[in-house]
C-alpha cells in the first residue's frame, strides 16, 4: 500500500515535489481541498489534481513534464487547410462550463472521467475569478471541441480538451498557440505527453527544468486580459 503525505482542509503547504513517486509517475500527496487558494498554489509549483470519484483528492508532478513553446508549435499543412475550409470559428470564454462538462464526458475508449463534479465547481469557481479559461471551437452555432485551462503570470496550464467534429480540439490549440504569443504567454503546460500533443509539437522537460522556468515566469506581470468572444484565427 502506498502511503502518502496527507493535506488538512484548507492547506496549501505541499511537500517537496522531489518526493513525488516514480511509479505512478508524479504522485506526490493526498487531502486537501480544491479551494482557489490551494489550487493557484499547487500550478504555481508545478502541482495539478487528478482522481476519480473512488479516490481522495490526489496531486501530482510528474517527470518528465510535456510543454508546448507558443511560437515553436506545429501546425501541419493538412490542418492549416482544414481551418480554412471547415467553417469553424474560435472563442473564448463563451462557454466555459460546457467545455468542462464535454471534457468530463466518458470517451469512446474509456469507462469513467477524472473531472469529478467537485473539480467542475472548482475550476468554474476559478473561472468566475479570472484564472481559468476556455478555448472554444465553435460550427454552425454549436460547440464542437475545445479545451480549458488556467493562466497564471506568463504560463498557461492546460487541463482537458475534447472533440465532436475532426480536428475541432487542435484548432482550439492551434489559436490558444497563436494568442498566447500577442498576450505574452511563455510556456503552455500540457502534463503529460501523448501522440496527440506530439503532433503539436509538444517537447518534454525534467522535472527540474520545468520549476526553474516556473518560478520566473508565474510571477510576470500579465500584458492583457484573456480574451472573451469571437477570434478570427488566419492560419
Not at 82 to 87: A, V
Not at 137 to 156: A, D, Q
Amino acid at each position: 500500500m502506498i502511503e502518502l503525505p496527507w493535506l488538512l482542509p484548507g492547506s496549501s503547504q505541499f511537500p517537496p515535489t522531489s518526493q513525488a513517486l516514480e511509479d505512478p509517475n508524479g504522485l506526490l500527496a493526498a487531502g486537501g481541498e480544491l479551494d482557489p487558494d490551494t489550487l493557484l498554489a499547487a500550478y504555481r509549483q508545478g502541482i495539478f489534481p487528478w482522481f476519480d470519484d473512488s479516490q481522495p483528492i490526489l496531486w501530482w508532478s510528474p517527470s518528465p513534464r510535456a510543454v508546448i513553446i507558443p511560437g515553436e508549435e506545429h501546425i501541419s499543412r493538412s490542418l492549416r487547410k482544414h481551418i480554412r475550409r471547415s467553417g469553424q470559428e474560435i472563442r473564448f470564454n463563451t462557454a466555459f462550463s460546457e467545455v468542462m462538462e464535454h471534457c468530463a464526458a466518458p470517451r469512446a475508449e474509456d469507462e469513467g472521467t477524472w473531472i469529478t463534479e467537485e473539480m467542475l465547481d472548482a475550476y468554474l469557481q476559478l473561472h468566475e475569478l479570472g484564472h481559468a479559461h476556455s478555448v472554444e471551437t465553435w460550427h454552425e452555432g454549436s460547440l464542437v471541441g475545445g479545451l480549458y485551462g488556467l493562466r497564471i503570470g506568463s504560463v498557461f496550464f492546460g487541463e482537458s480538451m475534447f472533440s465532436r467534429q475532426s480536428n475541432a480540439s487542435k484548432f482550439a490549440f492551434a489559436s490558444l498557440c497563436q494568442i498566447s504569443k500577442a498576450m505574452g504567454i511563455e510556456l503552455i503546460d500540457c502534463q503529460v505527453s501523448n501522440s496527440h500533443l506530439e503532433s503539436l509539437g509538444s517537447v518534454e522537460l525534467e522535472r527540474s527544468d520545468f520549476e526553474t522556468r516556473l518560478a520566473t515566469l508565474v510571477n510576470r506581470p500579465t500584458s492583457s486580459d484573456f480574451p472573451k468572444g469571437l477570434h478570427l484565427s488566419e492560419f
